[in-house]
Nanobody
Framework: QVQLVESGGDLVQPGGSLRLSCAASGSIFGINTMDWYRQAPGKERELVARITSGGSTTYADSMKGRFTISRDNAKNTVYLQMNSLKSEDTAVYYC?????????WGKGTLVTVSS
């Protein structure tokens, strides 16, 4: 089992920045992928960014250039730096951990972008 705890969600004005964190604990396997997803009200959950244990990254097109995913393998923590936030970035942001045994989700952290 793997437990994921997200943090860092907040109310921020348009154009502002936030940094989300997701700490993983439990049976962490050395080769894994950690993702950030988000789900806005009334919409399906969508992939925001992905990072492998080797450091390779993938971004959704709408987040490229504004969001940066990173990880600290020693701390089993993944980060999402979000800049130039827009109202349409308002969503619950979820962390997902995947290895050869399966996938695990965190409970999410709410990001609200509003003036």
């Amino acid at each position: 089992q793997v437990q994921l705890v997200e943090s860092g969600g907040d109310l921020v004005q348009p154009g502002g920045s936030l940094r989300l964190s997701c700490a993983a604990s439990g049976s962490i396997f050395g080769i894994n992928t950690m993702d950030w997803y988000r789900q806005a009200p009334g919409k399906e959950r969508e992939l925001v960014a992905r990072i492998t244990s080797g450091g390779s990254t993938t971004y959704a097109d709408s987040m490229k250039g504004r969001f940066t995913i990173s990880r600290d393998n020693a701390k089993n923590t993944v980060y999402l730096q979000m800049n130039s936030l827009k109202s349409e970035d308002t969503a619950v942001y979820y962390c997902r951990y995947t290895d050869y045994l399966g996938a695990y989700w965190g409970k999410g952290t709410l990001v609200t972008v509003s003036s």
